[in-house]
Antibody, heavy 123, light 108 residues
Framework: QVQLVQSGADVKKPGASAKVSCKAS????????INWVRQAPGQGLEWMGW????????NYAQKFQDRVTMTRDTSITTAYLEVSSLRSDDTAVYYC????????????????WGQGTTVTVSS | EIVLTQSPGTLPLSPGDRATLSCRAS???????LAWFQQRPGRAPKLLIY???SRAGGIPDRFSGSGSGTDFTLTISRLEPEDFAVYYC?????????FGQGTKVEIK
């Protein structure tokens, strides 16, 4: 079945970097973007950006432009999110979610989500 | 950036009631690329509605979406116990993608 399986929880110190993985299975990996969305404790959902799993092109939210890197490895159908210079307010659950790529000026909703990865930033 | 404002923040209802959730956008949402997600505690969001009114696969027909332009509505015709959760609207027609702040449907 179609699924996205994320890496396990992580604890980092302020200033460090965190890398989260998202393993895709059950569908054609290169036909979809992988979006990253985070949720701070007790808060709403915040879109961080996406990576085109076919080309590797990225689109980041301006807020995260300087501190995030989204990549993918098509050989193992896995996408990655790396956040650098971590601060306490980066403590959140990080989700990956797929979105179908359209060759035209169409958009698709995020239809399959990973289970989430908790990243805790604490000294 | 399109700001999505959901109302009410909290909606206290009883099983069997009808729920009406609102989502207002600060600008027109291109091609009605507006989705609704359900999130239960400790779980990932689940896609319910896309393109404002199309139900995602496996979603019961008690969930319906409507609206266009800047005003959108999610209706749950008769609440089941598993429907008490937080609901988010989300626009994916322009970048950056944005989410509403959520509406919590709670048991009265």
């Amino acid at each position: 079945q179609v699924q996205l399986v994320q890496s396990g929880a992580d604890v980092k110190k302020p200033g460090a970097s965190a890398k989260v993985s998202c393993k895709a299975s059950g569908y054609t990996f290169t036909g979809y973007y992988i979006n990253w969305v985070r949720q701070a404790p007790g808060q709403g959902l915040e879109w961080m950006g996406w990576v085109n799993s076919n080309t590797g092109v990225t689109n980041y939210a301006q807020k995260f432009q300087d501190r995030v890197t989204m990549t993918r490895d098509t050989s193992i159908t896995t996408a990655y999110l790396e956040v650098s210079s971590l601060r306490s307010d980066d403590t959140a659950v990080y989700y990956c979610a797929r979105e179908q790529i359209s060759p035209y000026y169409s958009s698709y909703a995020m239809d399959v989500w990973g289970q989430g990865t908790t990243v805790t930033v604490s000294s | 950036e399109i700001v999505l404002t959901q109302s009410p923040g909290t909606l206290p209802l009883s099983p069997g009631d009808r729920a009406t959730l609102s989502c207002r956008a600060s600008q027109r949402v291109r091609s009605s690329y507006l989705a609704w997600f359900q999130q239960r505690p400790g779980r990932a969001p689940k896609l319910l509605i896309y393109e404002a009114s199309s139900r995602a696969g496996g979603i019961p027909d008690r969930f319906s979406g409507s609206g266009s332009g800047t005003d959108f509505t999610l209706t749950i015709s008769r609440l089941e116990p598993e429907d008490f959760a937080v609901y988010y609207c989300h626009q994916y027609g322009s970048s950056p993608r944005t989410f509403g702040q959520g509406t919590k449907v709670e048991i009265k």
